[in-house]
């Protein structure tokens, strides 16, 4: 709330050999913590949803139609392997489009071993996805390399969303400083965000 926040979405993760999360759980998690927010008197409002790893569970979770958890409306916030992006992405895509969800690809700056095939992030574009921005990535927090990705796709005006991904404090120690990062005022000033619509 000092850093100006009046919303929050949470978004744990599904990745299922990781982090088993349900729907169930996630919603169970969310109303502990909305009552621990009112009893504070915190005036901040708290939703959730869920970031979910691209693997055979999320594919078998789509086989079965099994209901997403939601950024809001149809959006849901996916992620692949930090190490080489799943051979059938395209068609787990394609699957979620049918079943009239958005797909919002998390953190793409961060797959930096996409940084020399480029191409991939316009593909992924063409096909209909969001992308959502990690704004630590624009303080070098997670090394030059996703900074120079990060840069490259907010001058590309790939961004439609932004969030912080924060999994502990020493993240929000380190989102103190993004209020002196050249990128973060560049992104400040994008009409492309649309958190606001959230």
């Not at 078998?60 to 190490?83: A, W, Y």
């Not at 990128?183 to 009409?191: D, G, H, I, K, Y």
Request: aromatic share 10%.
């Amino acid at each position: 709330m000092a850093l100006g926040y009046k919303k929050i979405i949470t978004t744990p993760h599904i990745l299922w050999e990781m982090y088993p999360n349900t729907p169930d759980n996630i919603n169970a998690g969310w109303a502990r913590v909305k009552e621990s927010v009112a009893e504070e008197g915190l005036d901040i409002e708290l939703h959730a949803a869920a970031e979910y790893f691209i693997d055979e569970h999320f594919v078998q979770e789509l086989k079965n139609k099994t209901p997403l958890l939601t950024l809001k409306d149809r959006l849901v916030l996916v992620e692949i392997s930090m190490v080489t992006a799943p051979f059938d992405l395209n068609e787990v895509i394609f699957e979620m489009q049918i079943q009239n969800y958005q797909p919002v690809i998390a953190h793409p700056e961060r797959y930096i071993y996409l940084r020399n095939k480029k191409p991939f992030f316009d593909d992924l574009r063409n096909s209909g996805c969001l992308f959502a921005l990690n704004l630590l990535s624009l303080t070098g927090h997670y090394g030059a390399s996703v900074q120079e990705l990060a840069e490259y796709l907010l001058k590309k005006g790939y961004y439609d969303y932004a969030g912080t991904d924060m999994h502990n404090e020493r993240h929000l120690d380190a989102l103190q400083k993004l209020g002196s990062s050249a990128l973060f005022a560049r992104l400040e000033n994008s009409p492309l965000i649309k958190n606001h619509l959230l």
